[in-house]
């Protein structure tokens, strides 16, 4: 159980275009998913909290008009890297919490982008 | 102020040896403490929680960890290690004050030799 996908695993795309990830809670449902970014070899720092039903809630320095958050449903978060560049390339990460448990967040197996 | 930090960025032990990861945190409430491993190019995969109930908990893979409040540590230990243990490991805490947000401490990157 407690099982969260990504899609897609890679992206490739040329600067100036936009890419869309997904993030779906597949056997449970999350009122609440993170989205994080890692760099090589460091830890993962946390760029937004994704709310279903109401607007995303963005860490300081992230710009939310570059990385825009939907989350439709109980199941299902997007993050959009609008107009990337290649400083964007990075591994996204989301993780969602199971609303019906206590702290645990569950993570997605990640995004590598890169901007070429 | 809330933080969580791993003592070692780097551990290497042989294959068969006991591992020990070290995490301290430090909070004014009570925390929730989590051990995430992450294999190259993959997502984190949860090993164990601690969450205020047994203070000695049991992972995945053999692996477990002891909450220790008069230390404020959540040390991650193995009493064998095997080659496939070799990954990046994270502390992470979450604190109800924080409204579902986590910390993760910087990573300790688990190496086994033959």
């Known amino acids: 159980g407690a099982v969260v996908s990504q899609h897609p695993s890679r992206v490739i795309c040329k600067s100036g275009t936009s890419v869309k990830i997904e993030c779906r809670s597949l056997?449970?449902?999350?009122?609440?998913m993170f989205w994080y970014r890692q760099f090589p070899k460091q830890s993962l720092m946390l760029m937004a909290t994704?709310?279903?039903?109401?607007?995303?809630?963005?860490e300081q320095g992230v710009e939310k008009d570059k990385f825009l958050i939907n989350h439709a449903s109980l199941t299902l978060s997007t993050l959009t890297v609008t107009s990337a560049h290649p400083e964007d390339s990075s591994f996204y990460i989301c993780?969602?919490?199971?609303?019906?448990?206590?702290?645990?967040?569950?993570f997605g197996p990640g995004t590598r982008l890169t901007v070429l | 102020a809330q933080s969580v930090t791993q003592l070692d960025s780097h551990v290497s032990v042989s294959e068969g040896t006991p591992v020990l990861l070290r995490c301290n945190y430090s909070s004014s409430y009570s925390p929730s403490l989590f051990w995430y491993v992450q294999h190259p190019n993959k997502g984190l995969q949860l090993l164990l929680k601690y969450t205020s109930a047994a203070t000695l908990v049991k992972g995945i893979n053999g692996f477990e960890a002891e909450f220790k409040k008069s230390e404020t540590s959540f040390h991650l230990t193995k009493p064998s290690a095997h080659m496939s243990d070799a990954a990046e490991y994270f502390c992470?805490?979450?604190?109800?004050?924080?409204?579902?947000?986590?910390?993760f401490g910087s990573g300790t990157r688990l190496s086994i030799r033959p």
């Open positions: 056997d449970f449902q999350a009122t609440t």
């Open positions: 992470v805490v979450s604190f109800y004050s924080s409204a579902s947000k986590i910390i």
């Open positions: 993780s969602a919490r199971d609303s019906g448990g206590l702290d645990t967040q569950y």
């Open positions: 994704s709310n279903e039903g109401s607007k995303a809630t963005y």
